[in-house]
Structures are given as structure tokens and as C-alpha cells.
Nanobody, 122 residues
Framework: QVHVEESGGGSVQAGGSLMLSCKFSGYTYSTYCNGWFRQAPGKEREMVGSIHADGTIRYAESVKGRFTVSQDNAKKVLSLQMNSLKPEDTAMYYC????????????????WGQGTQVTVSS
């Protein structure tokens, strides 16, 4: 059974930085697509950054140049370094693994963590 657990998050002022980490267990980590998603109140959940099984990295346009996703396959840890944070980055951030190697699955094709809150004040 896949287990996903996030850590990090918190409150920061605009322009600040935070790092999120996610630990995976229970499956072959490197053969799946793993990524970070976020959901703000009243909005749909959106992909922030993902690493496909072939190593391809994708980012949402809104975070390009500010966020960096990375992974340690040996430790099964996915990280999200967030710099130059903006108030609009405020959301619950979720880590997930997608059973499709290119993250082409939908919500039900992914195993989700419980989420960690990120709040950016102006």
C-alpha cells in the first residue's frame, strides 16, 4: 500500500522561501510520476511541479523560475523548494504519486498525502 507523508510548510512573508518534503513508501518509487499540487480555498487543485518516471520535470507557469522540484530516489523523498513566495501561493500543498509514468492520471489515479499548509502574507 502506498503511503505519502508531507512535511514542511508554514507561514512566511512575501519574498520569503520555504521547502516542502515528501516521503513515499510501499511501491517502486522511481517508476511512477511524483509531484506537488496545491489547492487554495474556492479553487481547483492544480499541479505545481512534477517529475516523470523518465526524469522530465514540469512546472505550472505561475511558479516557473521560483519553485524547484527535486527527488532522491534512494530515499524516496520528493522536495519542493519555493523561493520569492507571493500571497497568491497561499494554499494547501499536497504531494502525490501518479500510477501513470507521465502524470497523465487524474485525481483517482494518484495516491495523496494529507497536505501541508503554506501561507504567504503581504
Amino acid at each position: 500500500q502506498v503511503h505519502v507523508e508531507e512535511s514542511g510548510g508554514g507561514s512566511v512573508q512575501a519574498g520569503g522561501s520555504l521547502m516542502l518534503s515528501c516521503k513515499f513508501s510501499g511501491y517502486t518509487y522511481s517508476t511512477y510520476c511524483n509531484g506537488w499540487f496545491r489547492q487554495a480555498p474556492g479553487k481547483e487543485r492544480e499541479m505545481v511541479g512534477s517529475i516523470h518516471a523518465d526524469g522530465t520535470i514540469r512546472y505550472a507557469e505561475s511558479v516557473k523560475g521560483r519553485f524547484t522540484v527535486s527527488q532522491d530516489n534512494a530515499k524516496k523523498v520528493l522536495s519542493l523548494q519555493m523561493n520569492s513566495l507571493k500571497p497568491e501561493d497561499t494554499a494547501m500543498y499536497y504531494c502525490a504519486t501518479d500510477r501513470f509514468p507521465d502524470c497523465s492520471g487524474d485525481y483517482t489515479d494518484r495516491s495523496w498525502g494529507q497536505g501541508t499548509q503554506v501561507t504567504v502574507s503581504s
